[in-house]
């Protein structure tokens, strides 16, 4: 058996999570495994049903009181205790903030190994293979875990989700144990800036700025241009960020982020080597910048070269055509 | 407060790798290696503490004795300890491994430790893996990727970034810590420091002296291989005044690579 860990947060199931658990259904059909889903929490009746039709034949919901906030301690345990009772070959995270927060102390309590942040799994000889970034993409590693259950975290937005999987399966609610004393440290608020905005892990689209913005002000045409796009959000090099142009929380590259969006814009980015690292494995590049030997033009799918403060506007004049047509 | 802090020599990030296949390994010739960058905040956040609440600041490494320059380099900072706990071999990709010889080395050598810090993860190998995988081994709540920290007698406040938001964590000490960009800005070595760093004896621990058997530092990690990314061609530069390249490319991201 397969498990795959679905992380929710305030009620909703993350994609990332039905994206870890479509990968173990691809992978455990290969190997002959069924996969089950599990939740953990105080109480998980937010639960949307159609976590079946991703590829769980079994949804295991591990209830107590003590696991209304998170917490890694309250999480592992839990996960301990059902990893104890279904023995399962492997088990999949989401490489999400929780995901990465809780898949090491799992292992550890398992004391197992741990494939981090996967963009790629295979099935070699019957056994299973991880393919992660190293050194932020500068390099991949393939690897295998010698021992079992094989755990691994999933980069979000690189694993593609299937779905019509069957409408229904069985849950299974159960009560865990969490010992007095066990939780000495855990989630007391989540705090949001402003609205909802997309982390650059997790967007579609990411409209990205450099040195070439010359200012903060000037990322307020990229926010403005993120706005017209779906699930987009703004991105940064490492030289806007140190400037204190933006935010840290919206660096890409080797000391920020490592993206894999389905666009990358790169405004004003020259393409230092750690932030064409972070960002390489975008599926598409689009480059704008006044230099014409900038090395972000040797990953960029489309190039213009010119003055971005030009080019931004008569962009969005013209997105704005597409989209409404 | 007395403070362990975890660091990892690591190549800098603005490094070009290269690729042995014969040993499945990075090529280090040629390489300038550094405080692994994350590190660098959790050294700073120690020395921070240790200021405004006395104490005592310990960093350690595990790694072969090159990493002795990047213990020195911290001691320059202003820690007041290092130690190397010696291990020959290179990159394992095994964070539980590293987990293993820190956590025996803590209780055996430091146990009565307040906080421990590391970086969030090392810019190399970039499991994220080693603070929590410690915090379980030594029954200790975790708070990673930090960009606040507030101390307050046994009682430890840190705001970590998750997506597109913070998760503010409250946690009881001893605790373990791991460091983002943001947390605070790493200081300099003074030419004090860095003298009064040369007087200094780093030790060297062995696997040996921790009562580490072969077993517990073989690594659960089979590495089948690396390989450079693949390499993405250039694509086509559109022509045109700002406006025409700009309708142009709106066009074919729309129309032909259908991303937007």
């Known amino acids: 058996m397969f498990l795959a860990f679905i992380e929710t947060r305030e009620g909703k199931v993350k994609k990332s999570s039905l994206e870890a658990l479509s990968e173990a259904k691809r992978r455990g059909d290969e190997l002959g495994q069924e996969v089950a889903a599990a939740l953990v929490g105080a109480s998980t009746d937010c639960l949307n049903p159609d976590i079946f039709s991703y590829g769980a034949s079994t949804v295991y919901l591990l209830e107590n009181a003590r696991l209304e906030a998170y917490s890694a301690q309250g999480y592992a345990a839990a996960l301990h205790q059902l990893a104890a009772e279904l023995q399962p070959k492997a088990i999949f995270f989401a490489a999400t903030a929780m995901g990465k927060d809780l898949a090491p102390r799992l292992a550890a309590r398992l004391g197992v190994g741990v494939a981090s942040d996967c963009t790629r799994v295979e099935v070699r000889d019957g056994r299973l293979e991880f393919t992660r970034p190293i050194y932020a993409g500068k390099a991949f590693l393939t690897l295998r875990l010698k021992s079992s259950p094989g755990l691994a975290t999933l980069r979000p937005n690189v694993f593609p989700l299937i ?114 690292a972070g960002m390489s494995s975008s599926k598409f590049i689009v480059a704008v910048n006044k230099d014409p030997e900038a090395p972000i033009f040797k990953v960029a799918d489309y190039g213009i070269v010119g003055d971005l403060f030009q080019v931004i506007p008569a962009f969005k004049e013209a997105l704005k055509k597409v989209l409404s047509e | 407060m007395n403070i362990l802090v975890f660091v990892k020599r690591v190549p800098d990030t603005e490094s070009k790798i290269r690729i042995d296949r014969e040993t499945r390994a990075i090529m280090e010739d040629g390489l300038n290696f550094i405080v692994s960058p994350n590190d660098e905040y959790a050294v700073e956040e120690a020395l921070r503490l240790k200021e405004a609440k006395g104490g005592q600041v310990t960093v350690i490494s595990v790694g072969t004795e090159e990493s002795l320059i990047i213990l020195k380099k911290c001691l320059a900072m202003g820690a007041d300890e290092a130690v190397l706990i010696k291990d020959d071999l290179k990159e394992a990709y095994d964070g539980l491994r590293i987990s293993k010889i820190l956590a025996r080395a803590v209780e055996k050598k430091y146990p009565g430790f307040d906080l421990l810090l590391f970086g969030k993860q090392s810019v190399g190998a970039d499991n994220a893996q080693v603070p929590s995988a410690v915090a379980e081994l030594l029954g200790l709540p975790q708070a990673n990727v930090v960009t606040k920290l507030e101390v307050e007698g046994n009682q430890g406040t840190a705001y970590r970034e998750i997506e597109g938001a913070m998760e503010k964590v409250v946690f009881s000490l001893p605790a373990v810590v791991s460091a983002q960009k943001g947390l605070n800005e790493p200081r300099y070595e003074t030419l004090k420091g860095i003298m009064a760093a040369k007087k200094k004896v780093i030790p060297i621990l062995s696997f040996e002296e921790l009562g580490l058997s072969q077993e517990d530092t073989a690594a659960r990690v089979e590495v089948i291989g690396i390989e450079m990314p693949p390499a993405r061609q250039a694509g086509r530069i559109i022509p045109g005044t700002p406006e025409e390249a700009a309708r142009e490319l709106a066009r074919l991201l729309h129309s032909e690579a259908k991303v937007i």
């Open chain 1, 163 to 276: 779905e019509g999987q069957g409408k229904s399966g069985q849950m299974v609610r159960k009560e865990v144990a969490v010992a007095d004393g066990l939780i000495k440290g855990s989630v007391a608020e989540i705090l949001r800036e402003k609205g909802e905005e997309l982390d650059v892990t997790e967007a579609d689209v990411i409209v990205s700025g450099g040195r070439g913005m010359k200012g903060p002000e000037n990322f307020a045409l990229l926010k403005e241009l993120s706005a017209m796009i779906p699930r987009s959000t703004v991105g940064a090099s490492r030289s806007a960020v140190d400037s204190g142009w933006i935010g840290h929380q919206s660096q890409v590259g080797q000391t920020g982020k490592t993206v894999s969006p389905s666009l990358y814009l790169a405004f004003g980015i020259s393409g230092a080597i750690q932030h064409l």
